[in-house]
């Protein structure tokens, strides 16, 4: 079955989105996130979505959930990357990705998590 | 009285007028069928490839891409699968992209209530309806309860 990879660094998890996923692509996603924050013991999640063209709202709820799992396993979760016609979408469907953070790229998502390259 | 008889001479004229203006040319029609999950894709690609054909904006491709999707699923998820029709448009003036989603599912018995922001019968958020109306240019509903539904959508270039 086709599955999004998840890298672990440390305690973060690293997820890069990039394939236009079907529903069901993107519920098994949000299983193996919250799965492996778990069996990784991770604190935080990235989630990386600047090659994906079109976030709909099943895409957006999925982001949102994940976002909210997360948080009850004690891990912090922030997406990055999301490009401009995007984000114009995503507020003209009425999506406002609740509970989510956002970050411009994944240098600044990691700053945002505590952590950093240098 | 003159004022109101004039105007009554006018209006059929005005009306020859409009039609003939805005005469809509439809052309290159396909339809391709809502089933899967996969089905949601490849129409989203088939879409984007439209909108790229007569250069839509990126905003607006968007746009008209995620209002595809979400009416796609609704087909798919309310109305027990179905199929969509892709046309472009022209209308002499500019060009632009038409989708019918048409399903036999049990239809909608309050259309006013389905265009609610928040309003879903199936555990969603209930965006897709409302949400897809505001990313498109024209939007139309057409429904019998029991019988199906069809949903038609346009979005023109800028």
Do not use: C
Request: glycine share 10%; charged share 25%.
């Amino acid at each position: 079955m086709e599955r999004i990879p998840i890298l672990r660094m440390g305690d973060l998890l690293l997820v890069t989105i990039q394939v236009d996923m079907h529903d069901r692509l993107a519920m098994t996603l949000q299983d193996d996130l919250t799965q492996r924050i778990v069996d990784d013991s991770a604190k935080g999640v990235l989630i990386d979505i600047s090659a994906l063209d079109l976030v709909d709202s099943f895409i957006g709820r999925m982001i949102s959930n994940t976002a909210a799992m997360a948080a009850i396993l004690d891990a912090r979760t922030v997406v990055v990357g999301m490009q401009p016609a995007v984000a114009i979408t995503l507020v003209e469907l009425g999506l406002n990705l609740v509970g989510v953070k956002t970050a411009l790229n994944v240098e600044r998502g990691m700053a945002l998590l505590g952590k950093s390259f240098r | 009285m003159y004022a109101a008889s004039a105007t009554a001479e006018l209006i059929p004229l005005i009306e020859t007028h409009l039609r003939d203006r805005y005469r809509k040319v439809r052309k290159d029609s396909v339809i391709v069928p809502l089933r899967t999950d996969e089905d949601v894709v490849h129409l989203r690609k088939h879409v984007r490839e439209r909108a790229l054909a007569i250069k839509l904006s990126l905003v607006d491709q968007t746009k008209l891409v995620t209002a595809a999707s979400e009416l796609a699923r609704n087909t798919i998820k309310y109305g027990g699968g179905g199929e969509v029709q892709l046309e472009a448009l022209d209308d002499g003036m500019r060009e632009g992209v038409a989708l019918l989603f048409v399903d036999g599912g049990p239809g909608i018995a309050d259309v006013d209530l389905a265009l609610t922001d928040g309003f879903t019968s199936g555990g969603g958020l209930g965006l897709g309806l409302s949400g897809s109306k505001r990313l498109v240019d024209e939007f139309e509903i057409d429904t019998r309860v029991g019988e199906g539904m069809a949903v038609s959508v346009a979005k023109w270039k800028r």
